[in-house]
DNA sequence: CGCCACCTTGAAAACATTCAATCAAAGTGG
DNA sequence: CCACTTTGATTGAATGTTTTCAAGGTGGCG
């Protein structure tokens, strides 16, 4: 379980002790299988559990009433649900399995225990709260000022940036379980114009992308034609006060040199 | 102090006692006045303290390098901002002062501090936090897949049920000191769409919008015509482990009567 | 008075959607 | 193993929304 997800993705963050890699360990065994296609948390119903995502993916996506939807965030292994939803007396919005998903859930108090007893974890974990909010913010700009082009590309390399994390990506490719209906409405797209516009990259030589895997052929050159700032992604992790043991909030600068 | 625009918001999330109504008047009393136009936070800089809006309004935007700008969220008295910005070695984004502000800046050991020793305190500002980031989700979810007319009233209404919390709308109106290119701006429009789709929001009596200021002249007939939906607001406020003193997380059905 | 910020208007062009088919691949049940 | 169904991708044409460009207009303020 060293080399889990949750793990790679928190050691983004702090340097893991024995005893918070244990504790990691003891949330991921608690596995729960769920079939792809299945609501995990409903729109407008209590989510009692914030939950990890051990692998698979699911998507957070809020509803309208007429039947709009959009597509708020893609949910990878390593990715942390659930954890506001806690907050609030109903959901305001659903997550759903787009493939079989394992995850492992956790009620508030076992979430209050586990940040009580690993403080230092649960900093991590709110880091990871705090960096999706950041990806969300950046799915704003994308839909509410760039072209569909920018849009599509801007999210793939977003997705692979963030699978290249916790290992599901090699340096320039990722299996892409999204059909072309569920990418229009995380990009306010129709899923023609998705489907037109997937084609034109694929032309002009970016990316491939076939039977639900993406190969991103020339990421300098899609960078560039895209405009691609990487920096809300905040892959340089965390403040040294942060990652670092034997330093809390407060502290000036005496942090050790546990890196590696 | 004790009716301060964040001790209001706040009592939205818990049962106030005298010591955390205390310790919030201690934070607002440490105001600096930012003149309108003012970069609070610039995109690509760190942000060393989180702050406390105590009077007028301002910002959250993301900048691209050619110029484009997306509005994240509007900032009014009693929201905190920069609260998960101190998690990054730098800002993704800027905050700027619309109006003249007063806002109360609190460094992250200062907020440690705070939150250790008024815990509730500190789990209703996160929950403050939470239900901001439901907001951006509902801004992405406006841009993303909603018309140009339903995007301008969802967001006048949001506004205006946030802006009641705090008091500082009455039941149907607001000031409203946003003009027409940073509004462009949030919706994901340009300025010129913007300014004909409140026309013709105008002409058929659902507002009027004047000299800065907002008056909703058929809130219900409004609400209809563009499906507005207010539970992301969460206005009932939180579940009744977080609201009454004396219960804690892990606690089941220990709460006070505190409720008054 | 003249400038500046902001709002308003018109016309043309660009971008994206909708509607309506068609096609291919992947299950499903007998 | 074969019809049948379902799902997802693709295409063309017509339509519609929104943007861009280019000008004016208005009101406040030094």
Known sequence: MLNSPAAQKMSQVID?????????AAVAARGVR???????????EKDECA?????????????????RRQV??????????????????????????ITDVVIA????????????????????????AAQEEAVIAEHLVNVGRRTAYERLGNLLLELLFRLQVVNRADHRAFDFPVN????????GLSHVHVNRTLQRMRKDGFVSITDHRVVILDQ???????????????????????RHRQ????ANGAASAAKS
């Not at 300098?220 to 942060?242: C, K, N, Q, T």
């Open 180 to 187: 072309q209906v569920v990418l229009a409405d995380a990009l």
């Open 16 to 24: 893991l002790t024995n005893e918070e890699t244990a504790a990691l």
């Open 51 to 67: 939950f990890l995502v051990r692998d698979g993916w699911a998507l957070r996506h809020r509803h309208l009433p007429d039947g």
């Open 247 to 250: 330093s809390g909030p407060a």
């Open 72 to 97: 708020l965030h893609f949910l990878v292994p390593g990715d942390w649900a659930g954890l506001t939803a806690l907050m609030f007396p109903e959901s305001d919005h659903s997550v759903t399995a």
């Open 220 to 242: 300098v050159g899609l960078e560039r034609v895209i405009d691609f700032e990487g920096a809300y992604l905040h892959m340089a992790g965390s403040p040294a006060w942060l």
């Open 34 to 44: 769920v079939a792809r296609g299945t609501d995990i948390v409903a729109q407008g």
């Open 105 to 128: 859930s956790l009620t508030v108090s076992e979430l209050s225990t586990l940040f009580l007893r690993h403080p230092r974890l649960g900093m991590a974990i709110y880091w990871t």
